[in-house]
C-alpha cells in the first residue's frame, strides 16, 4: 500500500509550520494525492486510517524547492482563509511550481485563480477588522483599559496584531473574538483563548463621540445604499456605535440632500471648531485605505490664522515617524528656498492634502505610494475645515496632489504654475511642483528645475507683500 501522510498543523494560521512540512514534503517526492493536511480540532478522515507518518526526512543532494515570491506572498494570505482544504491547494500548487517555475503568470489557471480569491478575501477581511473594531473604556485607578469585540471571518487575528500595536501604542487594550484574543499591555503582545460577546462591557461616552463623527461625515449627496453594505457589511452593524443611526440617515438622505442643493451643496455637517479638535478627529478617520494601513496621521503645523498656508501631497516616512509635516528631505528643500525667498515659515501653516503616509514595505524600508484620487478627495473635507480655521490669503499647493486636495479636479501642474487662481473667500491659489519632484531629477535638469520653483515662491512671497 503506497504510504499516505497525515500532517498536523499546529494552528489555523500556521503558515511558517505548514511551509517547513511542505518543504520537506516536496524534497521527498510525495505527491499532493498522498498528503493530507490536518487542522486543529478535526478529525481524521476515513483516507488516513492507515498508519501514517510525517514528512520524510529530506534525501541528501536533494535540490532546494522552488517557490516565487509571488507565490509565497498570495499563499501567505491564502492560508489565513477559513476554507479547511486551503492548504490543499497551496501544496497542490507548490508542487507544480517544481516543474512549472512560471505557473504563478498564468492568471487562468484554476489553482492560481483559487489561491488569489482566497488571498483577497483574506486581504479585505485584514482591512475590515482594522475599519471596524471599536474599543470601548474600562475606568480603572491607575490605567484605563480598552475592549473591543470583532467577528472575523478568517484567521487573521495574529496578522493583524502589529496594526495595532502601532495604532494604539499608548493604550491598554484586548481584543477578543471567537477565535482567539489579543492583549496589549504597553509594553508585551500576549494572544489568548477564544472569547464571547458578553465579555466585553456595555457601551460608554466615547460612543457618543463615533456617532457625531459618523452623522457629521454622512453625504447624502453620494449615498448608494447597496455600495455602502458592501463596504460596511450588515454583520459588523451590531457591533458598531454609529451603526445604529444609519436607517434615520438612509430615510432623511433625500430631504438632506435637496437641502445640500439649496446651499449650494455646502452642508457637509459640522466641521471640528479648533484645530486641536480636528487633529483629533482626523486620528479617528478611517474612510479610506491609507486610514487603516497602521500609520498614525500627522496634522498641520504652524501659525492660525496665518496669511499663507503651504500645503503637499502626504507625510513621508520621516514624518510619519516624528508627527510633523516637512521635516523630510523634501520639507529641507522648501525650508531652503523659503528662506531664499524671504518667506518666514514660522508665520505660515504647513499641512498636506492626506494626513496619512501611503506607502508600500520593502524589507525595512517604506516606499512612498502616491494616494489615489478618492483617497485625496475623502480627505478634502478635512483640509477644507483646515482652511477654514486658518483663513490664507494665499495657499501654495505643491504638486498634482496637494491641488487636486484644494479644487476638488486633476491639475496640470505645469499649465498651471506660475500664477495666481482665485478661490473662495477672497483666498488666491499658487501651484507649484512638490519638492521631492526635484530631489527625483538629475543635476542639470534640477538646476533648472530649482530656479522655476524659486521663482513661484517669490511671486508667493510679493503677492503676501501686497
Known amino acids: 500500500m ?9 494552528a489555523h494560521d500556521d503558515f511558517e509550520g505548514w511551509r517547513d512540512s511542505a518543504r520537506r514534503l516536496i524534497q521527498a517526492g510525495i505527491a499532493p494525492d498522498r498528503v493530507g493536511w490536518a487542522l486543529p480540532g ?9 498508519e501514517v507518518g510525517p514528512p520524510p526526512p529530506t534525501p541528501a ?6 517557490a516565487s515570491r509571488g507565490y509565497i506572498e498570495l499563499a501567505q494570505s491564502a492560508a489565513l482563509h477559513a476554507d479547511p482544504a486551503r492548504f490543499d491547494l497551496l501544496y497542490r500548487v507548490l508542487w507544480r511550481l517544481q516543474s512549472a517555475p512560471r505557473l504563478m503568470e498564468d492568471r487562468a489557471d484554476p489553482d492560481v485563480r483559487a489561491m488569489d480569491a482566497l488571498a483577497r478575501v483574506v486581504r479585505r477581511d485584514i482591512h475590515k477588522m482594522r475599519a471596524f473594531v471599536r474599543f470601548r473604556v474600562i475606568e480603572c485607578p491607575e490605567v484605563d483599559q480598552y475592549v473591543a469585540w470583532f467577528e472575523p471571518g478568517h484567521h487573521i487575528l495574529a496578522a493583524n496584531a502589529g496594526f495595532f500595536v502601532r495604532r494604539f501604542a499608548a493604550m491598554r487594550w484586548s481584543i477578543l473574538t471567537p477565535l482567539g484574543a489579543l492583549h496589549w499591555d504597553g509594553e508585551v503582545l500576549h494572544q489568548g483563548p477564544p472569547a464571547n460577546r458578553s465579555d466585553v462591557p456595555g457601551g460608554d461616552p466615547a460612543e457618543d463621540l463615533w456617532r457625531t463623527y459618523y452623522a457629521a461625515i454622512f453625504n447624502p449627496a453620494r449615498l448608494k445604499v447597496d455600495a455602502m453594505v458592501k463596504e460596511m457589511p450588515r454583520r459588523y452593524w451590531k457591533n458598531l456605535p454609529e451603526a445604529d443611526l444609519i436607517p434615520e440617515l438612509i430615510a432623511q438622505a433625500q430631504a438632506r440632500e ?11 455637517g459640522r466641521p471640528p471648531e479648533t484645530l486641536a479638535a480636528l487633529n483629533d478627529a482626523v486620528s479617528a478617520c478611517r474612510r479610506c485605505a491609507i486610514g487603516c494601513n497602521g500609520t498614525r496621521a500627522v496634522p498641520g503645523e504652524g501659525a492660525s490664522p496665518a496669511a499663507l498656508m503651504i500645503v503637499g501631497e502626504q507625510p513621508g516616512d520621516t514624518e510619519e515617524r516624528t508627527g510633523r509635516p516637512f521635516v523630510g528631505p523634501a520639507g529641507q528643500v522648501l525650508r531652503d528656498h523659503a528662506r531664499r525667498a524671504g518667506i518666514d515659515l514660522a508665520t505660515a501653516r504647513l499641512t498636506n492634502a492626506v494626513r496619512h503616509f501611503r506607502h508600500t514595505q520593502q524589507g525595512k524600508r517604506r516606499l512612498h505610494q502616491t494616494p489615489q484620487a478618492r483617497e485625496i478627495d475623502t480627505c478634502r473635507w478635512w483640509l477644507d475645515a483646515e482652511r477654514a480655521l486658518v483663513r490664507p490669503r494665499l495657499i501654495v499647493a505643491l504638486g498634482a496632489s496637494a491641488a487636486r486636495g484644494i479644487l476638488g479636479r486633476t491639475v496640470g501642474v505645469q499649465q498651471e504654475r506660475g500664477k495666481l487662481l482665485p478661490l473662495d473667500h477672497g483666498a488666491q491659489l499658487l501651484i507649484t511642483t512638490h519638492p521631492s519632484y526635484l530631489l527625483r531629477l538629475g543635476d542639470t535638469t534640477r538646476a533648472e528645475e530649482e530656479v522655476r520653483f524659486a521663482a513661484d515662491l517669490a511671486l508667493a512671497k510679493r503677492h503676501l507683500g501686497e
Open 42 to 50: 478535526a478529525a481524521a478522515g476515513d483516507l488516513f486510517d492507515a
Open 2 to 10: 503506497t504510504a499516505l501522510y497525515r500532517v498536523p498543523i499546529a
Open 258 to 268: 435637496a437641502s445640500m442643493i439649496a446651499l449650494g451643496g455646502e452642508e457637509m
Open 61 to 66: 543532494g536533494t535540490p532546494p524547492v522552488r
